[in-house]
């Protein structure tokens, strides 16, 4: 029977749909995160009678026809690209992106990856690295004993060197912007790589080529709304649910079916 | 006697149909742009067999035949996403996407992404056809606005005018019922249909999205309805089976009791 393998399919999608809320309700308030969305297409028809066929010699023509669909796919998880909300932190080496593109950073094997997680440290040697101690792009060294830390809008990262009483440029972040935003892989630790979907990296600086502007003292807050999650939720329960009322249902069929022999 | 079997089976046949079409439409309760489908039955009239002379009068049998599954084409709900590039269709209309076979088809799913070269695409990939051909992006575009018309505007580098990518297609069509569907929440046109340009007042509207349009207490209610159905007709065949069984018993015992 048709309708159990359609019905699975359903329940697959919508366990699939619950995944992705739950992925996008743990990560609530981490810092930088792009909540994501199941986005579900129907999967092939067959035309038991295909619409526009011949119905008589006369020509007549059928004007609907009998589709019997095969259930639901999944076709993707895009994230949700959109800006999240400035929480301002007061700590000189936290800064948000306001606008598009990414921080680089250079991982420990070499390769780059890209992030919107700006809650900076520094290292042993003073250089300015994540959360996990990889190299923000390009690498700026900030001096001992320097004060005065500021990051322009521009992304220019100056500071007073100790012993002198005017401000000297370290470096200036490199902002990475790509085609499509949505086409980059996750890796965790709130880090991207490209893909070929994504389009080639394009490296340049804060407030031009269309890149967004920084943001000192500030992170960027997670965009995942708390209504919409648990709306879904709901949704992908009850639609859970229903589709195992339909196998039931299929299952009961068959068993009258089956009674009938005696 | 036979007949009575077969009318039943033709029924259950046709509910088993039914119940393909209702499990499909539940399972796409969460589809971007599905339309729900929905069975046609109709009655087929045995034809009489009229070359033999019968003495008794002969009655006609009707069977029941699945003729045919209609879209429902009624407009979904429209959700808010925030997403700049998802677009939903308010109005009696349909967005024109191209295969990579050149194919063209139709959607109500407005959920498009953009691809490595630029393109606006959908989740499949298919392009997305403006007035022009495809809608293609340049590197350096951001803030992506599209209008009610389904005018594309973005901003590109620092320049502080809009720029014009393309306007969205959208294309309706006299009797949308003939469309076929072809999955992944597209439809092919047969070769007879023709799409014309969208009724003016048709509007896109930008960052949201059209569910699917399945009713899922309806579907429910239809379930129950069909399963009900189904023991009802296997009851008939349960007790024509019976009185068959008793009266050929019967009939076995009737020259030992004369």
């Given at each position: 029977m048709r309708a159990l393998d359609t019905a699975a399919t359903g329940m697959a999608a919508m366990d699939l749909q619950v995944q992705v809320i739950a992925g996008n309700i743990a990560n609530m308030t981490t810092t930088g995160f792009k909540s994501q969305r199941a986005e579900f297409q129907d999967l092939l028809y067959e035309h038991v009678q295909r619409i526009g066929a011949q119905a008589s010699d006369q020509g007549n023509i059928l004007p609907v026809g009998i589709e019997l669909g095969s259930g639901v796919k999944t076709v993707g998880t895009p994230r949700l690209?959109?800006?999240?909300?400035?929480?301002?932190?007061?700590?000189?080496?936290?800064?948000?992106?306001?606008?598009?593109?990414?921080?680089?950073?250079?991982?420990?094997?070499?390769?780059?990856?890209?992030?919107?997680?700006?809650?900076?440290?520094?290292?042993?040697?003073?250089?300015?690295?994540?959360?996990?101690?990889?190299?923000?792009?390009?690498?700026?060294?900030?001096?001992?004993?320097?004060?005065?830390?500021?990051?322009?809008?521009?992304g220019q990262v100056s500071v007073i060197p100790a012993g002198s009483t005017t401000s000297t440029v370290l470096g200036q972040f490199t902002i990475t912007r790509f085609a499509n935003n949505a086409g980059l892989q996750a890796n965790g630790s709130n880090l991207f790589t490209?893909?070929?979907?994504?389009?080639?990296?394009?490296?340049?600086?804060?407030?031009?080529?269309?890149?967004?502007?920084?943001?000192?003292?500030?992170?960027?807050?997670?965009?995942?709304?708390?209504?919409?999650?648990?709306?879904?939720?709901?949704?992908?329960?009850?639609?859970?649910?229903?589709?195992s009322k339909v196998i039931t249902a299929a299952d009961e069929m068959l068993q009258t079916t089956s009674q009938l022999m005696k | 006697m036979e007949n009575a079997l077969l009318i039943g089976l033709s029924r259950q046949m046709a509910l088993t149909h039914e119940l393909d079409i209702i499990a499909n439409n539940i399972a796409n309760l969460n589809t971007s742009g599905f339309k729900a489908d929905n069975a046609l039955f109709a009655q087929y009239l045995m034809p009489q067999a009229s070359d033999q002379s019968f003495t008794g009068q002969d009655r006609r049998v009707t069977y029941v035949e699945d003729r045919a599954s209609w879209i429902d084409m009624s407009p979904g709900a429209i959700q808010h996403t925030g997403d700049p590039l998802d677009v939903a269709i308010d109005g009696n209309a349909y967005f024109v996407v191209q295969t990579p076979n050149g194919q063209q088809r139709y959607t109500r799913n407005g959920s498009f992404s953009i691809n490595s070269t630029g393109q606006l695409v959908t989740s499949e990939g298919y392009q997305v056809v403006g007035d022009g051909g495809p809608i293609t992006f340049q590197s350096t575009d951001h803030d992506v606005v599209i209008s009610?018309?389904?005018?594309?505007?973005?901003?590109?580098?620092?320049?502080?005018?809009?720029?014009?990518?393309?306007?969205?297609?959208l294309v309706s069509f006299a009797n949308p019922a003939q469309l076929q569907k072809s999955g992944g929440s597209t439809f092919t046109a047969p070769a007879n249909v023709t799409a014309n340009p969208a009724p003016a007042g048709?509007?896109?509207?930008?960052?949201?999205?059209?569910?699917?349009?399945?009713?899922?207490?309806?579907?429910?209610?239809?379930?129950?309805?069909?399963?009900?159905?189904?023991?009802?007709?296997?009851?008939?065949?349960?007790?024509?089976?019976?009185?068959?069984?008793?009266?050929?018993?019967?009939?076995?015992?009737?020259?030992?009791?004369?």
């Open positions: 690209m959109t800006q999240g909300t400035l929480e301002q932190t007061g700590n000189t080496l936290d800064v948000a992106i306001e606008g598009d593109g990414w921080f680089k950073i250079q991982m420990p094997d070499g390769t780059f990856s890209y992030t919107r997680d700006g809650s900076f440290q520094q290292d042993s040697q003073g250089r300015i690295v994540n959360a996990e101690g990889d190299i923000v792009q390009p690498t700026i060294t900030i001096p001992p004993n320097s004060t005065g830390l500021t990051i322009n809008q521009q490209a893909t070929v979907a994504s389009g080639q990296p394009q490296d340049t600086l804060a407030g031009t080529d269309g890149a967004g502007t920084l943001q000192q003292g500030y992170l960027e807050q997670s965009n995942v709304e708390a209504v919409t999650e648990i709306s879904n939720l709901i949704a992908a329960q009850r639609a859970y649910e229903m589709n | 009610p018309t389904g005018m594309i505007t973005v901003r590109e580098g620092a320049n502080a005018n809009d720029s014009a990518r393309g306007q969205l297609q048709t509007n896109v509207v930008q960052g949201a999205i059209e569910k699917s349009n399945v009713n899922g207490v309806g579907e429910m209610a239809r379930l129950i309805e069909l399963t009900r159905s189904y023991t009802d007709v296997s009851n008939i065949l349960q007790e024509q089976s019976d009185e068959r069984r008793n009266s050929l018993s019967q009939l076995a015992q009737a020259p030992t009791s004369s």
